[in-house]
């Protein structure tokens, strides 16, 4: 494999290749193509190489930068790039026609503590346990090249580059073939808005940056630019093209600057159906968003960017506040006794209403149009326990029996359920904020910004552990002896079934809005239900169609009236699922109905008709 060295460095004025053949260093000359700077079949499958920028003037560069689409970095995000071939892996997914997100529940996982190796390899042993679970989707958490040995993923600053220690992208191609083979999809969390502390040289090159605007992680990408408009979206063909990825999870897209009516949202849309229709498969877009704003995942034809899905925060706040009672922070808005019947009937509690955490009106509504599967929820996932002071589950503060309600709601939702890697079986490793920042500057500005940002908000400072030191990591790994054990083990079958019930039942699948209808009841003055049910099918509105109820007893035992006769006029009530083998279902006598009795903390899901 020959190949060209081109770099866009419309900053410097003179550019070298530094390239490592074996034990031999050269210097090429560069020259100009426009911006770009070639030096033609230079590179050859095996070389480490890096540019030169300006490195006959006083101020110029002593010491070879990466490139900037590097796609491979063995040495770590400071060291020289490499070369991959993606046409020499033998991949086996030739029969692969994808894994649409409708109907589908998705697994978010974090390569670096999902499996004792924390590599590719060692999650691809488990991936079976996946299966087992029923999941179809796999998401995973950044992998792409950060300075430092383990981290989260979203301090990354080298995008085109697969984290040498998870397996390089030789790797990460073996764990995609493998999920392939059993029938999962992979959706890749990638990271557009900011690029991490350590090791992002790409502003030497060009104007990357937008340096008079910046977010919470640093300084905004100047996706406005043509040629840096270019890197990402070639950036996301790659995944596509080189990784045979089913999707992408875009990070924080409110955090992306950019002309709202020629949004690179809407270019990754395009790029991304283009791609799907070429490969006859489908491929998706989930963005994470705070901004409760339809527009993301309306069609292009109804006035929207087209991307596929999104992160529903709200729901997740509504089902937290529910089966937890915290009402601090952002969770004060959902402390109501509606907030969960809100959020599981349209999708967004701040539709328009006032936040307090913002300090203004929020959001806009979804249309009942837009099918539910476009809005991606969960009971956790990384951020939500990881943004905690002590990275704390729900497993950790929340008896067996609230778990399981949390299931529940979390896996009868109208929209694609997520969990996070371990929820299935309530494990009992917290998941911290952990880093391996090398430059000790860094290292210690990080831990001791965070733990001041929590003891600003009142938490002990005993509990919040230390990013960087290596026990903080290694904490987070799942400790996978413990899936045979008691309530370990009593959760992870109620989750296969709860799974199993959803795929088997398609009232559970239904993404019609008007096909749902929730209600939450408390006693006076509550700001917190006792109680929930819901009811999900074609037949809300239509007495010969199929209607499921998912009913949930919280703080307090609980009765549900269920209108049970069927078209043939019997009655037809009964249990499908329980948490509880106390959950009671009575026929009323000469009555069209039945009643659910429900012990405290405990949910049971019925077949109406």
């Given at each position: 494999?020959?190949?060209?060295?081109?770099?866009?460095?419309?900053?410097?004025?003179?550019?070298?290749?530094?390239?490592?053949?074996?034990?031999?260093?050269?210097?090429?000359?560069?020259?100009?193509?426009?911006?770009?700077?070639?030096?033609?079949?230079?590179?050859?499958?095996?070389?480490?190489?890096?540019?030169?920028?300006?490195?006959?003037?006083?101020?110029?560069?002593?010491?070879?930068?990466?490139?900037?689409?590097?796609?491979?970095?063995?040495?770590?995000?400071?060291?020289?790039?490499?070369?991959?071939?993606?046409?020499?892996?033998?991949?086996?997914?030739?029969?692969?026609?994808?894994?649409?997100?409708?109907?589908?529940?998705?697994?978010?996982?974090?390569?670096?503590?999902?499996?004792?190796?924390?590599?590719?390899?060692?999650?691809?042993?488990?991936?079976?346990?996946?299966?087992?679970?029923?999941?179809?989707?796999?998401?995973?958490?950044?992998?792409?090249?950060?300075?430092?040995?383990?981290?989260?993923?979203?301090?990354?600053?080298?995008?085109?580059?697969?984290?040498?220690?998870?397996?390089?992208?030789?790797?990460?191609?073996?764990?995609?073939?493998?999920?392939?083979?059993?029938?999962?999809?992979?959706?890749?969390?990638?990271?557009?808005?900011?690029?991490?502390?350590?090791?992002?040289?790409?502003?030497?090159?060009?104007?990357?940056?937008?340096?008079?605007?910046?977010?919470?992680?640093?300084?905004?990408?100047?996706?406005?630019?043509?040629?840096?408009?270019?890197?990402?979206?070639?950036?996301?063909?790659?995944?596509?093209?080189?990784?045979?990825?089913?999707?992408?999870?875009?990070?924080?897209?409110?955090?992306?600057?950019?002309?709202?009516?020629?949004?690179?949202?809407?270019?990754?849309?395009?790029?991304?159906?283009?791609?799907?229709?070429?490969?006859?498969?489908?491929?998706?877009?989930?963005?994470?968003?705070?901004?409760?704003?339809?527009?993301?995942?309306?069609?292009?034809?109804?006035?929207?960017?087209?991307?596929?899905?999104?992160?529903?925060?709200?729901?997740?706040?509504?089902?937290?506040?529910?089966?937890?009672?915290?009402?601090?922070?952002?969770?004060?808005?959902?402390?109501?006794?509606?907030?969960?019947?809100?959020?599981?009937?349209?999708?967004?509690?701040?539709?328009?209403?006032?936040?307090?955490?913002?300090?203004?009106?929020?959001?806009?509504?979804?249309?009942?149009?837009?099918?539910?599967?476009?809005?991606?929820?969960?009971?956790?996932?990384?951020?939500?326990?990881?943004?905690?002071?002590?990275?704390?589950?729900?497993?950790?503060?929340?008896?067996?029996?609230?778990?399981?309600?949390?299931?529940?709601?979390?896996?009868?939702?109208?929209?694609?359920?997520?969990?996070?890697?371990?929820?299935?079986?309530?494990?009992?490793?917290?998941?911290?904020?952990?880093?391996?920042?090398?430059?000790?500057?860094?290292?210690?500005?990080?831990a001791e910004g965070r733990l001041a940002e929590f003891i600003k908000m009142g938490w002990d400072e005993a509990v919040v552990p230390d990013p960087q030191d290596p026990a903080t990591f290694v904490s987070a790994r799942l400790q996978w002896e413990e899936l045979a054990d008691g309530v370990h083990a009593r959760l992870l079958a109620l989750h296969?079934?709860?799974?199993?019930?959803?795929?088997?039942?398609?009232?559970?699948?239904?993404?019609?809005?008007?096909?749902?209808?929730?209600?939450t009841s408390g006693p006076a003055r509550s700001e917190a239900p006792s109680r929930f049910s819901m009811e999900r099918g074609a037949g809300l509105d239509d007495a010969d169609a199929g209607l499921v109820s998912v009913c949930v007893a919280f703080g307090e035992a609980a009765t549900f009236a269920i209108e049970a006769v069927d078209p043939s006029?019997?009655?037809?009530?009964?249990?499908?699922?329980?948490?509880?083998?106390?959950?009671?279902?009575?026929?009323?006598?000469?009555?069209?109905?039945?009643?659910?009795?429900?012990?405290?903390?405990?949910?049971?899901?019925?077949?109406?008709?």
């Amino acid at each position: 494999m020959t190949t060209d060295a081109r770099v866009w460095a419309p900053l410097a004025a003179q550019v070298a290749l530094h390239r490592v053949r074996g034990s031999q260093e050269s210097r090429v000359e560069m020259t100009t193509e426009g911006e770009w700077w070639v030096a033609p079949e230079a590179l050859e499958l095996g070389d480490r190489y890096g540019f030169l920028l300006d490195s006959d003037e006083d101020d110029g560069d002593e010491h070879p930068l990466p490139d900037p689409r590097s796609r491979r970095l063995p040495d770590g995000v400071h060291g020289l790039s490499a070369l991959d071939d993606p046409t020499a892996f033998d991949w086996t997914d030739a029969g692969w026609t994808g894994r649409q997100l409708a109907g589908s529940v998705l697994y978010e996982l974090h390569i670096g503590t999902y499996s004792p190796e924390g590599t590719f390899d060692g999650a691809i042993a488990r991936l079976d346990h996946l299966v087992d679970l029923g999941i179809d989707t796999i998401e995973l958490l950044p992998v792409n090249g950060f300075n430092g040995t383990h981290n989260w993923g979203y301090d990354g600053v080298a995008w085109y580059a697969v984290h040498e220690l998870y397996g390089g992208p030789e790797g990460y191609r073996r764990f995609v073939d493998a999920c392939h083979a059993r029938g999962l999809a992979v959706v890749q969390d990638v990271v557009y808005n900011h690029l991490g502390p350590s090791g992002n040289y790409l502003p030497r090159f060009g104007p990357y940056l937008l340096e008079a605007s910046a977010n919470t992680w640093g300084d905004s990408v100047n996706v406005g630019h043509p040629e840096v408009r270019r890197y990402v979206l070639d950036n996301l063909a790659m995944w596509f093209d080189d990784f045979h990825v089913d999707g992408l999870r875009l990070d924080a897209v409110h955090a992306l600057v950019d002309d709202p009516e020629n949004h690179i949202l809407q270019a990754m849309a395009e790029e991304t159906d283009a791609r799907s229709a070429h490969l006859r498969r489908p491929l998706t877009l989930i963005a994470e968003s705070d901004l409760n704003d339809p527009r993301l995942i309306l069609s292009r034809e109804a006035g929207g960017y087209g991307l596929h899905a999104q992160w529903s925060d709200d729901h997740h706040h509504a089902i937290h506040t529910a089966v937890t009672g915290e009402a601090n922070g952002y969770y004060a808005d959902f402390a109501s006794e509606e907030a969960l019947s809100k959020t599981s009937a349209w999708g967004f509690f701040h539709d328009g209403s006032y936040s307090s955490f913002r300090e203004r009106a929020h959001g806009h509504p979804v249309p009942s149009e837009v099918p539910t599967w476009r809005l991606v929820t969960y009971a956790q996932n990384h951020d939500q326990i990881g943004n905690r002071a002590a990275g704390d589950r729900l497993s950790q503060s929340l008896s067996e029996d609230q778990l399981a309600v949390t299931a529940v709601l979390n896996l009868t939702t109208p929209f694609t359920p997520m969990l996070f890697m371990g929820e299935e079986w309530g494990a009992s490793s917290p998941w911290p904020f952990f880093t391996s920042h090398p430059e000790p500057e860094l290292g210690r500005a990080t831990a001791e910004g965070r733990l001041a940002e929590f003891i600003k908000m009142g938490w002990d400072e005993a509990v919040v552990p230390d990013p960087q030191d290596p026990a903080t990591f290694v904490s987070a790994r799942l400790q996978w002896e413990e899936l045979a054990d008691g309530v370990h083990a009593r959760l992870l079958a109620l989750h296969r079934a709860l799974i199993a019930l959803r795929r088997a039942t398609p009232e559970l699948t239904d993404p019609r809005f008007a096909h749902t209808s929730a209600a939450t009841s408390g006693p006076a003055r509550s700001e917190a239900p006792s109680r929930f049910s819901m009811e999900r099918g074609a037949g809300l509105d239509d007495a010969d169609a199929g209607l499921v109820s998912v009913c949930v007893a919280f703080g307090e035992a609980a009765t549900f009236a269920i209108e049970a006769v069927d078209p043939s006029g019997e009655q037809s009530a009964r249990i499908l699922l329980s948490t509880t083998p106390d959950a009671h279902l009575e026929h009323t006598d000469g009555a069209d109905g039945a009643e659910l009795a429900l012990p405290a903390w405990s949910a049971a899901i019925v077949r109406v008709r």
